[in-house]
């Protein structure tokens, strides 16, 4: 008896367009550029004042226990807060805060200015009004990479109900969902 044939699939032919380049910053960027995300900010508390930063690079890690983590640059503004706070604030953004988002992804910003509407929540974790979802966690660890740290918190109390559709990150530019 012979083992039955698989088929093939044809590949084009390498290099493909884009194809080639080297591992590098500028390959990672443009392929990520490709890859739609939520966006969430992160808040907390530095010295008893709020800060927070927009992430894309929120993912759930485990139901039970319940962990998530995302990435923060170690010369990011809001990194010290996030370095030595035990409880982070996690906001899952509606299309409608695109506003919110950018001024969040800003440098210099004042981001928790007049126009921000935010209340303390538990643990003194700053929590964003309007939000599709909101979550406290405790920081459980930080993890070496590159020039960035992966946060992994455990969650503590949250709220789901928030009401719209999520705004999502893509090519350099947020970007509400279409049907």
């Known amino acids: 008896m012979t083992a039955p044939t698989v088929p093939t699939v044809a590949t084009a032919p390498f290099p493909r367009s884009g194809a080639g380049l080297p591992g590098s910053p500028d390959l990672l960027r443009s392929v990520f550029r490709q890859h739609a995300a939520g966006v969430a900010v992160i808040t907390g508390q530095d010295d008893g004042r709020p800060v927070g ?32 706070g035990e409880y982070l604030g996690v906001h899952i953004l509606g299309e409608h805060q695109r506003e919110l988002a950018g001024l969040f992804a800003r440098s210099g910003a004042d981001r928790f200015g007049p126009a921000t509407g935010w ?35 455990e969650v503590v109390v949250g709220d789901p109900a928030g009401e719209g559709r999520p705004l999502l990150y893509h090519q350099g530019r947020f970007n509400a969902l279409r049907d």
């Not at 927009?54 to 039970?64: F, G, I, K, P, R």
């Open 53 to 84: 930063f927009t992430a894309t690079s929120l993912n759930s890690v485990s139901a039970d226990p319940p962990l998530l983590s995302f990435t923060i640059a170690t010369r990011a503004s809001s990194w010290p807060a996030v370095r030595d």
């Open 119 to 153: 209340s303390e929540g538990p643990h003194g974790v700053p929590v964003l009004d309007g939000v599709l979802a909101w979550l406290v966690c405790r920081v459980v660890a930080r993890v070496p990479a590159g020039e960035h740290r992966v946060i992994i918190a």
